[in-house]
């Protein structure tokens, strides 16, 4: 068999359809090439995404530790207000143990009031001569020599 030259017409035409295939080669090369390039900016933007995770964890800890802090300071209120309750009740204990002291002294004046009260129209002799007797409703001794 036998090869016939190619004629140059037909050998450029080759060469431009090889040239046009490498054309569009390159052209999706570049299609790749930018595609890489919003990729790239993609992983940039995911790594700042990630960052921001990062603080937006952070920020849920703190107010986490700030959640615990009003608890806390709920907790002191309480307490102020029990110590309130304890002073206020050590100042009733105070005037409880007054009053328990007032009710010791009115039963003993009871029990004077009783004694004396017992000892109304009678005398007692204080000696030779001497008489003592207590009179209803006076709180003065009658002694009569």
């Known amino acids: 068999m036998l090869v016939e030259p190619m004629s ?3 050998g450029q035409v080759e060469r431009m359809s090889t040239a046009e295939e490498q054309v569009e080669q390159i052209s999706t090369m570049e299609e790749q090439v930018e595609q890489i390039s919003t990729m790239e900016e993609q ?3 995911i790594s700042t995404m990630e960052e921001q995770m990062e603080k937006i964890s952070t920020m849920e800890e703190q107010v ?3 959640s615990t802090m009003e608890e ?3 907790k002191i209120s309480t307490m102020e207000e029990q110590m309130e309750q304890i002073s206020t009740m050590e100042e009733q204990m105070e005037k409880i143990s007054t009053m328990e002291e007032q009710m010791e002294k009115i039963s003993i004046m009871e029990e ?3 004694k004396i009260s017992t000892m109304e129209g009678q005398e007692l002799y ?3 001569g001497c008489m003592i007797s ?3 409703r006076r709180c ?3 002694i009569s020599l």
């Open 8 to 10: 140059n017409t037909e």
């Open 43 to 45: 992983v940039e933007q």
């Open 64 to 66: 986490e530790k700030i």
């Open 72 to 74: 806390q300071v709920e």
């Open 112 to 114: 004077q009031v009783e």
């Open 126 to 128: 204080a000696g030779p």
């Open 134 to 136: 207590f009179q209803r």
């Open 140 to 142: 003065n001794f009658d």
